[in-house]
Each structure stands twice: as C-alpha cells, then as structure tokens.
C-alpha cells in the first residue's frame, strides 16, 4: 500500500472537520429554532409535555388511595355488622317460637362474620 503525503493527510483532516462542522451546525439550528423542519417535532414535543402534564394532574397519590380504602372498608365494616344484628334477630325470634332448638340457635350464634374489638 502506497504511502500518504502529507497533504493528503491534511486533505482528510480538513475534509473530516469541515464535516463535523456542518453537523455541529445543524445541531445549533436545531436548538436555536432556525431549522424550520423542526417546527413538527417541537409541536410534538410539546403535545407530549401537555399530555405528560394532564396525566400527572390526574393522577392519584398512595395517600389518597389509603383513605379511599379504608372509607371503603369502613363502610363494609358496617353493613356486615348490620346484616349480623339482622341474624342474630331473627334466630332469637325462632327460638322464642321454638322453631329452632337451643343447640341450633347457639350454633348459628356463634358464627360471627367479624371479630369484635
């Protein structure tokens, strides 16, 4: 393989920079909003920061869903114990009637779908 001179050298070296030049200005264009093809993809980018913005707005926090949770559970809480109440009435009337043994009635009455506190 032949040997490069020394302008040849030089040759590739410029011809290396003023390559990397024009690509270094096309990224200064592109930030300083000179280069017009751009304006698509700055549109985009902002839509998407829009859209990133709703949805972080929408968004809700663990807090938030805690309480939600637990007013959930509380409400569960309440219509079991009121639905028992309602359980325990009604074997308490048919034993009362004796319609229902006493082993039975105990049976059914120790049955309690929550533990009291």
């Not at 959930?72 to 004796?98: H, I, Q, S």
């Not at 049976?107 to 533990?115: H, R």
Request: contains cysteine; glycine residues 6%; proline residues 2%.
């Amino acid at each position: 393989m032949p040997e490069a001179t020394h302008d040849e050298i030089l040759a590739a070296i410029n011809d290396f920079a003023n390559k990397v030049e024009a690509r270094f200005c096309g990224v200064d264009k592109r930030f300083d909003g000179s280069d017009k093809r751009l304006d698509g993809v700055d549109k985009k980018l902002e839509s998407l920061d829009q859209r990133t913005g709703h949805v972080e707005n929408q968004m809700v926090t663990k807090d938030y869903l805690d309480n939600k949770l637990a007013d959930l559970r509380g409400g569960w809480v309440v219509a079991v114990r009121r639905e028992d109440e309602k359980v325990d009435t009604l074997v308490n009337k048919l034993r009362e009637e004796d319609s229902l043994s006493v082993a039975s009635a105990q049976a059914v009455l120790e049955m309690k779908p929550l533990v009291r506190a």
